[in-house]
């Protein structure tokens, strides 16, 4: 049992009214099972005496966090924080991104990028990710292996492509090929305690109308197992020569989102089989329509909303108020590497400013209870998964975060002397805001999946 503030949403918390859920305990207590999973949460003076023998962590002066989801990261960018191509999406792709991660058929450079990238998730305090996996089967069993032997949860899948310019040459495969290796890797790798499959397309700019429909029937076959769909969605639109504006003339749609929805043939008839749904997660998302917005919400298809990338690469700004407004779960990617932070704490940071920083009447000061949400609840319903993580309500997984801001001077003396509102809300509201956006690495003291302490493992 941990003894600390606790901070977390209620089950019920939706974007746009995440204050009224907010659940702050300042001397709270959480008891875990042998099975890892929450049995009490809440103020520890009202601990039910069946567990007061249990043996009490105490991190008084600390807080206790569920742990952060990722709704979108790169593992074959695992070196490619900061690659600099001299351009946006598409010639950062070209320049930086194809030629490193074709470096990921050699099986020791995958092994140790694997190792690195769930080192690197456990430092952040990333309990959970979707992840986009390498082309390489090699480099994807790499990545299995280390999530489960650091006692990382993980969905993931080989990033398809199936065409491409001559940079991504090592990275394609023909449409047969792509649809057996995804095959296999659900075979051999979904529904473990810790592991699941996604079928990942780089983007639809990566593969072809005969790709997209053999994935749709791939797809309707495996997706009653409860299989992920993972890939891009409107990243860029510059002018002309922007994603966008390429998947549109390439495809000859009204809409992006088209593609995914199954109606890739000219003029947007139906082709083949939708790969949208509760378990499809879009990153990006920066310029839908509403049209798209209300089809990603009627399906229960996910937003990983990545700031930080967006700023590196020049994207723009996910609008969050029209977003919030279609109902469309929004969720928050690092996009490691695009993204330069893996923390999702920083990106929580970034998020604020953008949305800030947006024109006129769409500018808005996100709620620090908001940012928490985005963070974990709404990455854990962007996996389907809120029933087993993403808050600390008893019946849940353990996935937690200690953090003991004394370990980072300049937390933990913000969060001491800093001046607070006398309305106890505010107040509330300004120490969970000093907390995620002055959070570092240096200043959590344990990760915990399913009640184990995965930190003492990296």
Known sequence: MSRAHLFHLSGDAVAGRAAQHLISVPDGAVAVDAAGVIVYSGPYDQLPQEYSEYRVLDHRGGFILPGFVDAHMHYPQTFLCNA????????WL???????????????????????????????????AMVF???????????????????????????????????????????????????????????????????????????????????????ESVRGQGVYFH??????????????????????????????DGRFLPGSDKGG??????????????????????????????????????????????????????GVTIALGSDVGAGDEWSIARVASDSYKVHMSEPGADAIALDPAELLL??????????DRADTFGNLEVGRHADLLVVEPARLES?????????????EQMATAQTLFALLLGLRPEAI??????????SERA
């Open 94 to 128: 070209e320049r930086c991104i194809f030629p490193g991660e074709s470096r990921y058929s050699d099986p020791e450079y995958a092994a140790v990028a694997a190792e690195t990238f769930c080192r690197n998730r456990i430092a952040v305090g990333t309990t959970a």
């Open 445 to 454: 003291a344990g990760v915990y999946v399913r009640g184990v302490c995965v």
């Open 273 to 326: 089989h939708s790969l949208l749904g509760p378990r499809s997660i879009l990153a990006h998302a920066v310029h839908c329509t509403d049209r798209e917005l209300a089809r990603m919400a009627e399906t229960g298809t996910s937003i990983a909303h990545c700031p930080t990338s967006q700023l590196f690469l020049g994207s723009g700004t996910m609008p969050w108020r029209r977003t919030v407004a279609h």
């Open 133 to 219: 996996g390498s082309a390489f089967p090699v480099a994807q069993d790499a990545l299995f292996e280390a999530s489960v032997r650091h006692g990382l949860r993980i969905v993931s899948g080989r990033g398809i492509q199936t065409v491409g310019p001559s940079s991504a040459d090592a990275l394609i495969t023909d449409e047969d090929t792509a649809i057996e290796l995804a095959a296999d890797e659900v075979l051999r790798w979904h529904g473990g305690d810790l592991t699941d499959v996604a079928l990942v397309p780089r983007f639809s700019l990566s593969v072809t109308r005969r790709t997209l429909t053999a994935l749709g029937e791939l797809y």
């Open 411 to 423: 937390l933990g003396r913000s969060l001491e002397w800093a001046v607070r509102a006398d309305d």
């Open 231 to 260: 890939s891009h969605l409107s990243e860029n639109d510059r002018p002309v020569t922007g994603e966008v504006a390429a998947v549109r003339a390439a495809y000859e749609v009204a809409d992006y989102l088209d593609t995914y």
């Open 374 to 383: 985005s963070a974990t609840l709404a990455g854990a319903r962007a996996l």
């Open 84 to 91: 600099y191509g001299g351009g946006q999406l598409l010639e």
